[in-house]
C-alpha cells in the first residue's frame, strides 16, 4: 500500500470519527491529504513529521488518530516495528 493510499483510509476514518471530523470543517481535506501523505512519507523514511499540528487537537484526539493510523498500517500488513516507526513519527 502506498503512502497515499495509507493517508485516503486513515482520513476517512478520521473523518468518519464524531469527536475528530468536527476539527476538520473549513479544512481543505485535498491539501491536508497532501501533507498526511508527505508526513507518512518521512515517518516510513524514519523522518520525523507533524501530521496533525495545527488542529488543537487534545492528547486523546492524538492518540486516537494514532490509533486509526496504526489500523490502516496493520490492515496493509506493515511489519510491526515500520507501525511503530510510523506511529512515532505521525501521530503527535
Do not use: F, N
Not at 493517508?7 to 476517512?12: A, I, T
Not at 464524531?18 to 507518512?40: F, K, M, N, Q, W
Amino acid at each position: 500500500m502506498t503512502p497515499e493510499e495509507i493517508v485516503h483510509r486513515w482520513l476517512r476514518l478520521v473523518t468518519a470519527d464524531a469527536e475528530l471530523s468536527p476539527y476538520l470543517i473549513g479544512v481543505d481535506r485535498v491539501r491536508l491529504a497532501a501533507h498526511l501523505t508527505a508526513s507518512v512519507t518521512a515517518a516510513l523514511a524514519g523522518e520525523p513529521a507533524d501530521a496533525w499540528g495545527g488542529l488543537g487537537l487534545s492528547e486523546e484526539q492524538h492518540r486516537r488518530v494514532g490509533d486509526y493510523l496504526v489500523g490502516v498500517c496493520w490492515a496493509a500488513d506493515l511489519p510491526d516495528g515500520r507501525i511503530a516507526q510510523v506511529r512515532r513519527a505521525v501521530a503527535r
